[in-house]
């Protein structure tokens, strides 16, 4: 058997359980506040909120993956670090994270809200069946067009409100777990 397909040595079976429980606690957070703002019934919000955090972890954990081997020796060696022993061994390393926590913040944001949009679009019904429409006028198009954009501002809002909410529930987590 070749090296490289070896299992490692230490396995971080911490970090590992430890997103296990933050996907358990995001899920149903934000599955609360799409039932709540967006009127789904339990069953779809619940579906909704399952389907999105575990398609932004897996896309996280890809770009965490491509990236991690072009970091800097010192920042790889503060990241296992973390991982394994829940310390850093430099100061300026919380400036770093602090940073890279809001970036991480805006991205599965941004990531929640356009695989929201998809599934939802992809599970429409109007999507499904495209039927052949006689033409609409001007102002049809038009009240049509303003209730698109007021779906779509309610929908990046409620992806902002539960992405927070289940955000400032894990970082309460990490409070006590640093403690």
């Known amino acids: 058997m070749p090296e490289s397909w070896m299992l490692p040595r230490i396995f971080p079976i911490g970090g590992i359980l430890f997103h296990f429980l933050f996907v358990l606690i995001a899920i149903p957070i934000e599955a609360y506040v799409l039932n709540n703002r967006l009127r789904f019934d339990k069953k779809t919000s619940i579906f909704y909120a399952i389907s999105i955090n575990l398609f932004s972890s897996v896309i996280g954990w890809l770009i965490f993956f491509v990236s991690e081997p072009m970091l800097p020796i010192q920042m790889k060696s503060e990241l296992i670090n973390y991982m394994l022993f829940n310390n850093f061994k430099s100061a300026n390393t919380q400036t770093i994270?602090?940073?890279?926590?809001?970036?991480?913040?805006?991205?599965?944001f941004l990531m929640k809200f356009l695989i929201l949009r998809v599934l939802l679009l992809s599970?429409?019904?109007?999507?499904?069946?495209?039927?052949?429409?006689?033409?609409?006028?001007?102002?049809?198009?038009?009240?049509n067009f303003s209730s698109a954009k007021l779906q779509n501002t309610n929908l990046v809002i409620t992806t902002l409100i539960a992405n927070s909410l289940s955000y400032s529930a894990i970082t309460i987590i990490l409070f006590f777990r640093s403690k």
Do not use: H, Y
Not at 97 to 108: D, G, K, M
């Open 97 to 108: 994270v602090i940073l890279t926590a809001c970036i991480i913040f805006f991205a599965t």
């Open 123 to 143: 599970l429409s019904e109007k999507f499904a069946k495209k039927q052949e429409e006689p033409q609409t006028s001007q102002r049809r198009r038009w009240r």
